[in-house]
């Protein structure tokens, strides 16, 4: 008896689709995400998929392009209540082997199956050990790693020009850390994969100062409707979010106004936990001048720590500066005590990306700058036991070799530290994979 798969978020639908092959004589699996459904396909192995297009976690594309990677003779056929040419052609390139469009009858369905399962259903051979099924992996890309101002340039094209911007693929959902100036170029990227389907990332500010947020005005899908951005923040030193992202599209300063990206719904952060989707996000506010916030999320497939801007607030203990507070040994104590605090924080991050602008010489003179030093940061995450430390926020006079040392010197620190955090430099274009289908690298 042959078996088929039924991947599909509405139980009504799927009892329809389950009945005509009930009547055929076929064993059914059903599965009511596409995330489950991917599981129970790489568990049980069936002769056919019938997979709708628009599901939660997952859709028919990349339930598709899943189970192609690890079931080669496995026939899936999507399914999908809508006729546009853009869509056969990526289900088809996605893997699929089929693409009805509902309502479907046994009639159309016997043909498509006789047309892609000749010879009596012969699917996956069955013995052999079962793959175990991970979720799709966590995607981290840099598009933006500088600081303060963009820096194009010969000597700057190794770890890239563009200021603050990171994306996370992760849980089904697209979150960008900041929009600096490397916002653009995600944009045309998405507009590019996307094509005619809507996108709908969330973006999370870190900030308003100029390098996080000077990248929002160039990103094409917020100008269109079809898309949905979710733009969160918490409210700055001075104005809500929607004040300052409005006053750097004033026509002093830009031709176009924020009222004309119809895609853009912005929110005001209250809480310091909240969930987008199925991601966990922990924010925190920062040691830097005005409201700065950093942000941990937590993925299926492990954990991320953002902080573009930061100072360590153990240098406080070694300067024993703390305006405002007179005794030097209570200074020193409330900084250590905050450390502390944020080591706890980010404890056992997979993923840390954070302010490293200064090398420890160049730091001596810009103490209360609010960036972070190569060796505070090092220490910091090796003691929050961190598995890939990245610097990031690096600074527009440091060219290509001058990062290339600061993370060999970053290397050193931690080998004399014993510990296994790994170091790079964020990289403009670097991508790092959290899960199952990608070792952890850049
Ligand atoms: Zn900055
Ligand atoms: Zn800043």
Request: with cysteine; net charge negative; aromatic share 8%.
């Amino acid at each position: 008896m042959p078996t088929v798969l039924l991947i599909e978020d509405d139980a009504e639908s799927r009892r329809a689709t389950a009945e005509l092959f009930v009547r055929e004589d076929w064993k059914i699996l059903e599965a009511g995400d596409g995330e489950a459904g991917i599981g129970m396909a790489l568990e049980f192995k069936p002769e056919l998929i019938l997979c709708d297009l628009l599901m939660p976690r997952a859709n028919g594309f990349q339930v598709c392009r899943s189970i192609r990677q690890l079931l080669h003779r496995t026939k899936i056929i999507i399914i999908s209540g809508r006729d546009y040419g853009v869509d056969r052609t990526s289900a088809i390139e996605a893997g699929a082997d089929e693409y009805l469009v509902k309502p479907i009858s046994w009639e159309n369905l016997r043909e498509v199956i006789e047309r892609v399962l000749p010879a009596g259903h012969d699917g996956e051979s069955k013995p052999g050990p079962l793959p175990n099924f991970m979720p799709p992996a966590t995607r981290v890309k840099f598009w933006g790693v500088r600081g303060s101002i963009p820096v194009p340039g010969s000597s700057t094209v190794g770890y890239g020009g563009n200021t603050s911007c990171v994306e996370v693929r992760a849980d089904g959902e697209i979150i960008i850390l900041d929009a600096g100036t490397g916002l653009r170029e995600l944009g045309i990227e998405l507009e590019k994969e996307f094509g005619s389907q809507p996108i709908r990332p969330t973006l999370l500010i870190s900030h308003y100062h100029w390098d996080h947020i000077q990248g929002l005005p160039f990103f094409l899908p917020a100008y269109n409707e079809k898309n949905f951005l979710r733009v969160l923040g918490y409210q700055g030193a001075k104005e809500s979010v929607q004040a300052v992202l409005e006053g750097q599209m004033d026509e002093k300063s830009f031709p176009i106004k924020l009222g004309a990206m119809g895609a853009v719904s912005i929110n005001e952060l209250k809480e310091m936990e909240f969930q987008i989707g199925r991601v966990k996000v922990q924010a925190r506010f920062v040691n830097h001048p005005g409201i700065c916030v950093g942000y941990r999320l937590t993925t299926s497939n492990g954990s991320i720590g953002f902080f573009p801007d930061n100072e360590p607030y153990d240098v406080l203990k070694m300067s024993a500066v703390s305006p405002g507070k007179s005794d030097s040994a209570q200074a020193r104590a409330w900084a250590m005590e905050e450390r502390a605090r944020f080591v706890q924080f980010l404890r056992g991050t997979d993923i840390l990306i954070i302010d490293t602008q200064y090398t420890d010489e160049e730091y001596a003179a810009k103490v209360g700058w609010g960036h972070g030093s190569l060796s505070s940061v090092v220490s910091l995450a090796v003691d929050a036991e961190v598995r890939k430390l990245f610097l990031f926020h690096h600074d527009p006079n440091h060219d290509d070799r001058m990062i290339d040392q600061m993370v060999e010197q970053a290397r050193m620190l931690v080998l004399e530290s014993g510990k296994p955090t790994e170091v790079e430099a964020a990289r403009e274009g670097a991508e790092v994979w959290l899960g199952a289908k990608a070792p952890l690298s850049a």
